[in-house]
Structure formats: structure tokens, C-alpha cells
């Protein structure tokens, strides 16, 4: 990280940060035309053993699905936070932001009750509402997570 002192790595804050996101940008590849596709998804998070793990669910058809079944590897980028800081003089206008950017590794996951139990996390960090999810509906979505294998967490206060 170029800017060292917006670096954030205190996991507090870091968990703060996460839990203000409420969008998570997929990069995936596409060989097809050798570019990204990025796409904006609703998440959810869960810290295990020190790592990072990220939860979507989505069509079970689509581009996101087609290339993901052809690379598992994303990039991943959130931010929330924002807000202008204004000054007299254009040049001294300031942001501030948070923002965590990394890498990982998909995964399906196909048994029912995994589904429903991360359908309803994902409930929870849109809403702040505990859903019980039924197993009965979980055939009709794809439900993912990224491992994630690096991130780095930035800050402009």
C-alpha cells in the first residue's frame, strides 16, 4: 500500500468497516474477451480461525455464474464512509472513505442447510433482522463464498 498511513490493520475497525459495507464488488475474469466483469452484490462476512470468508447468493444461471465455473479466482472490492470534505481552495477538497480491496477463491456450496444457514446471514447484515431460512428454498439460488487469500483495508478520517 502506497499510503502507508491511511492503512488500517487494527481488526477491530477492520470488523467495523466490514459491518458498514453493505456492497461488495466481484471481479471476475472473462477469457472470452480477456476483461473483468464486475459486479455489485449484497454480502455477508464470517471471521474463522483468523480468515476471511464472504457470502453471496445469486441465480442459479447467468454471465457471474458461467464465468465463475470457468475461473474461481475474484478480486474483491467494498467502501462506505464517504463523505466530502470541503475547503476554500478546489486542490485542498478531501474524501473521506473505508475501503477494503483483496483476493480469494470461490466456492459453491450445494448441501441445503449450509444454503439456508448463509441465506440467513445474509438476511441479517441487510436487514439487522434474524430469518430462519427453510431448506425448501434454497434449490432455486446459488450461494458462494470467497475464501479470501489477501486484503488490505484503507482509510481517509
Do not use: W
Not at 470488523?15 to 455477508?44: H, Q, W
Not at 441445503?112 to 444457514?117: D, L
Amino acid at each position: 500500500m502506497r499510503r502507508e498511513d491511511k492503512e488500517v490493520t487494527d481488526m477491530t475497525k477492520i470488523l467495523k468497516i466490514l459491518d458498514s459495507c453493505t456492497v461488495c464488488r466481484l471481479g471476475i475474469y472473462d477469457p472470452t474477451n480477456e476483461e473483468a466483469y464486475i459486479v455489485p452484490m449484497n454480502f455477508a462476512y464470517q471471521m474463522k480461525e483468523g480468515k476471511l470468508f464472504l457470502y453471496f447468493h445469486s441465480a442459479r444461471r447467468g454471465r457471474k455464474i458461467d464465468l465463475l465455473s470457468r475461473c474461481l479466482r475474484v478480486t474483491f472490492e467494498m467502501d462506505c464512509g464517504h463523505q466530502l470534505i470541503p475547503h476554500d481552495r478546489p486542490c485542498e477538497y478531501g474524501y473521506r472513505y473505508s475501503c477494503i480491496m483483496g483476493t480469494g477463491t470461490v466456492s459453491f456450496l450445494s448441501d441445503p442447510h449450509e444454503k439456508a444457514a448463509v441465506l440467513s446471514l445474509l438476511m441479517k447484515k441487510m436487514t439487522g433482522r434474524n430469518f430462519v431460512i427453510e431448506e425448501k428454498a434454497t434449490p432455486s439460488v446459488s450461494v458462494f463464498y470467497v475464501e479470501v487469500r489477501q486484503f488490505s483495508c484503507k482509510a481517509q478520517n
